[in-house]
């Protein structure tokens, strides 16, 4: 971890996700927990799936957030307990909305691509729209623009003057930088926003850091730009948003904001309540793991505790 006044260099390591797929995850980190509502980055691949499954991942619940899904490279099947059947491919953006509470699952298909490579990102919902009702977008095309080698892709949120047509609950950013040779790109940041820049694939130096793929750069709030620098064919994704004061219970695929709240999730899985049924998934539904001897306990975007 390498730290200066307003930033810091945040290291992934590699979690298991199912028995095919290996991702990096960023957040939460012990250092960071969240940039804006953004309180969850796994980045997996780029991966040679030829003869193999690729992602496998079983009906699961979740509650409290919002699931990103952003592909680079190969093809996810979505289905979820509203009825959504969807597939994503690269440059596409599905966004579910879990609400009160929604399962889905997310397989690659037999016949697939030779590569996979992507973010499963979460975002936390706000007091109301975390209790509201569940939802699923999928948008195929989203704004972009280009400066020479350099193409900017508005995910989630707004930058500059591109907005992004995906539903958001509280003011944030999710936007995907591509230079396709070396380059120098300087990205009008909110100065009410802290922000964080994620290396999916080559190098890149920000702010005096240099990033390698699969760490994150976190920048502290206050700033109203930031020059990317690359010394070749480089893909970075930009996460940011006002920071988030609500303090969160985070435990296996739910947010909330008690302990009480998180038994009381689980319990409602595990007797088939409350979430729906994924239909169309062959595969039976994940059993949620055994919760801790001791009390879950809300922390911070700093970790603190309460």
């Not at 994620?198 to 206050?222: F, I, N, Q, R, W």
């Not at 008690?258 to 309540?273: D, F, N, P, Q």
């Not at 169309?280 to 001897?293: K, N, Q, R, V």
Request: net charge negative; with cysteine.
């Amino acid at each position: 971890m390498t730290q200066t006044v307003d930033s810091v260099l945040l290291p992934g390591h590699d979690v298991p996700l199912g028995r095919w797929t290996t991702v990096r995850r960023l957040l939460p980190h012990r250092e960071r927990r969240m940039i804006g509502a953004w309180c969850f980055v796994d980045h997996f691949g780029p991966d040679d799936v030829r003869g193999r499954p690729g992602m496998q991942v079983p009906p699961h619940p979740h509650t409290g957030l919002q699931t990103v899904t952003w592909l680079v490279d190969g093809i996810i099947e979505h289905r979820d307990s509203l009825g959504s059947h969807q597939l994503i491919a690269p440059g596409q953006l599905n966004l579910m909305t879990s609400g009160h509470g929604i399962a889905h699952s997310e397989f690659t298909p037999p016949d697939h691509p030779d590569g996979m490579h992507g973010l499963q990102l979460w975002v936390a919902l706000p007091d109301g729209a975390r209790t509201g009702p569940a939802g699923f977008e999928h948008h195929a095309a989203l704004p972009s623009t280009t400066d020479g080698p350099v193409t900017v892709t508005v995910v989630v949120g707004s930058l500059g003057d591109l907005r992004s047509p995906a539903t958001v609950h509280t003011p944030l950013v999710g936007a995907e930088i591509v230079t396709g040779a070396a380059a120098r790109h300087t990205v009008s940041l909110r100065p009410g926003f802290e922000h964080g820049l994620l290396v999916m694939s080559g190098s890149a130096t920000v702010a005096g850091a240099t990033l390698e793929t699969g760490t994150l750069l976190y920048l502290d709030g206050g700033r109203t730009t930031v020059t990317v620098e690359t010394g070749g064919p480089a893909r970075l994704f930009l996460l940011g948003g006002e920071p988030f004061d609500e303090p969160l219970v985070m435990w296996w695929n739910f947010v909330g904001r008690s302990h009480e709240e998180i038994v009381e999730a689980r319990e409602a899985w595990m007797a088939g309540r409350r979430f729906g049924t994924v239909d169309g998934c062959a595969a039976g539904p994940l059993p949620a793991p055994e919760l801790p001897t001791v009390r879950l306990k809300a922390r911070d975007r700093h970790g603190k505790t309460f």
